[in-house]
C-alpha cells in the first residue's frame, strides 16, 4: 500500500477490507478477482490501467459477463479504478475514464 506521498507500506488482506468497509464496500470474491488482477498489473508495468484497458483484460480473463462496464461500475460504484486500486493499496493514479 502507498500513503500519499507514494510510499510503499504494508498491504494485507484485513487492511483491504477495512478500506472498502470505509468506502461502503463488503468484498465478495469478484471484489477479490480485480483487487488482485490490479495489484498483479501495478506489479508488472508499474502502472494501474485505465477502465478501458481494465474492461479488456477482465473480458479477455473471464468473457463478456465480467468484461464491461457495468459489472465494474457495480461493483466499486465511485469508479472502479479509483475505489479499487486504494482498496488494492495502490498509489493514486491520475488516469482517467
Known amino acids: 500500500m502507498y500513503n500519499q506521498k507514494s510510499q510503499n507500506i504494508s498491504w494485507n488482506k484485513k487492511l ?6 470505509k468506502e461502503g464496500i463488503i468484498l465478495t470474491s469478484d471484489h477479490w478477482e480485480i483487487i488482485y488482477l490490479l495489484r498483479m498489473l501495478y506489479k508488472k508495468f508499474n502502472t494501474i490501467p485505465n477502465v478501458r ?3 479488456l483484460i ?6 463478456n459477463l465480467k468484461g464491461n462496464s457495468t459489472y465494474i461500475f ?7 479504478i479509483k475505489q479499487a486500486s ?8 491520475n488516469i482517467c475514464l
Request: aromatic share 6%.
Open 74 to 80: 457495480n461493483l466499486f460504484p465511485k469508479g472502479p
Open 86 to 93: 486504494k482498496i488494492a493499496g495502490l498509489p493514486k493514479s
Open 53 to 55: 484497458m481494465l474492461i
Open 58 to 63: 477482465l473480458k479477455k480473463k473471464y468473457g
Open 16 to 21: 483491504a477490507e477495512n478500506i472498502a468497509c
